[in-house]
């Protein structure tokens, strides 16, 4: 297959039939205008990484609509009124180093969340996860995690940081991307299918080096002109 060919998603994969409930993929305009300019090859790093940031925030909003409120009321300055406040602790999980350019657009959202990184890299070769960077308390501090990270390849990384939550004892835990694969999704699905994953878009496949086609490239490199 020519390299410059047009890949688009696969059309009907059984996978979304079987995972319609959990897997959010956006339609939104503004998503797909700026997913277009950030998958551009010629969008340089600042760019890249304003946009990762308004992407990231346009999907936390989708992905935040059922947390739980608690009632709260405040005095205007004519009356009482009757509101909500958050209930419950949220945690942002940027997944190092990728998922960094994901937090402080979901951050300006819920300026009280708390951030916990987790560092996990990818070996080239056998393109299994290794954990480098890991600093959480014994005891959860929170009760929702979103955890950040622009790219869902062969999922490996998301499952292993979905595994270190869930043994941490977070009770709810959703992921939040920008582009994903088939097999990363597929990977999801099967390991942690009470994980709702909020995407930007399914691609078309992985390559023989496990990059998402036609993708962006590197998410870590371009955002930090290491490429
Ligand atoms: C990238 C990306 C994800 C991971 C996805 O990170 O940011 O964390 O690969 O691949 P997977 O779904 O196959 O696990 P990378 O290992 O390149 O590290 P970086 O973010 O430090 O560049
Ligand atoms: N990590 C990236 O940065 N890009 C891919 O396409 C796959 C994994």
Redesign the pocket.
Known sequence: MNKKELYTRKPDSDLRETTMNTIFESSHPLVSHKLTRLRDKDTDPKKFRELIREISALLAYEATADLEVAPKTVETPLAEAAGVELKQPIGLVPILR?GLGMVEGIWGLMPSAEVWHIGLY?DEQTLQPVQYYNKLPLEPTVSVCLVLD??L?TGGSAVATVDILKKWGVQKIKFLGI?AAPEGVDAMQKAHPDVPLHLAVIDSHLNDH???VP???????RQFGTG
């Open positions: 990728a990818r622009p790219m390849a582009l496990g990059y998402i993708g962006l490239g590197d998410a870590g490199d």
